[in-house]
């Protein structure tokens, strides 16, 4: 009834990375934004983005595998 190019297990995997390379770039981004913010001195975005940051980089770490 499936083809051979519809395999589930495999497409699961694929896209539990992709997510997980996802979750990477936007905490890279909070990170930057944390760092930006300290430098201006805007401690309340210092913080919000701090902990964004590092909740997104634990969704990247569980998706691409590392944790």
């Not at 190019?5 to 699961?12: E, G, H, K, L, T």
């Not at 896209?15 to 990477?24: D, K, S, V």
């Not at 934004?33 to 770490?61: D, K, P, Q």
Request: proline share 3%; hydrophobic share 65%.
């Amino acid at each position: 009834m499936y083809s051979a190019v519809y395999d589930p297990p495999m497409r699961a995997g694929l896209q539990r990375r992709a997510l997980g390379a996802l979750f990477l770039v936007i905490a890279l981004a909070m990170a930057g934004i944390a760092v930006a913010s300290a430098l201006h001195g805007r401690w309340v975005i210092v913080f919000a983005a701090g902990v964004l940051a590092v909740w997104l980089g634990s969704l990247a770490a569980r998706g691409l595998g590392l944790r």
